[in-house]
């Protein structure tokens, strides 16, 4: 088994990065390897603690005892940001999640901004289109999420400011 040390995740995610934008380049296709970067990114920019090994459901953990969040990440790639209609595809509801987040990448798989959204706002949505032919092809497109959620990082600002939302300052 090689040692984990030899391996420096940053360096791996930043290869795979570069792989998945240079096999889109080569072939039209995309590497299904946005929701990894996105769960890394999520936890790396907001402080965010990974959730155990085989948490259903959820990705990463923030706060501390009973104030503790469990969040599931989503990820997309942005490749043309002139074209509109980019679905998050579905949520799971069943599973024990707290907050969603949304972590926006450029063509070369680098976030761009990291939108928050509490359970309860996709809860109401779901609820507002439910038998719609919307709800049916994925019930959140990027355009929704900029609407209704919260910005809690972007490659320009950084960080935003805590809004109660966030307890943990990743410093």
Do not use: C
């Not at 070369?108 to 032919?133: D, F, N, T, V």
């Amino acid at each position: 088994m090689p040692d984990k040390e030899v391996y420096s995740v940053e360096k791996l995610m930043a290869q795979t990065r570069s792989l998945a934008a240079q096999y889109r380049r080569a072939t039209g296709k995309t590497l299904p390897v946005t929701a990894e970067l996105a769960v890394h990114d999520a936890i790396r920019l907001l402080g965010l603690r990974p959730a155990p090994q085989g948490a259903a459901g959820h990705d990463a953990l923030e706060g501390e005892g009973e104030a503790t969040r469990r969040v599931l990440v989503k990820g997309r790639a942005i490749f043309d940001p002139e074209k509109g209609g980019q679905r998050i595809g579905q949520l799971n509801l069943a599973h024990e999640w707290d907050r969603l987040l949304l972590v926006l990448m450029d063509e070369s798989y680098e976030p761009e901004e990291i939108w928050a959204l509490e359970r309860e706002q996709i809860e109401e949505l779901q609820e507002r289109l439910k038998g719609s032919r919307r709800a049916r092809r994925g019930l959140l497109s990027v355009a929704r999420a900029r609407n209704i959620g919260t910005l809690r990082w972007s490659r320009e600002r950084g960080l935003e400011p805590d809004d109660g939302l966030w307890t943990h300052d990743p410093g």
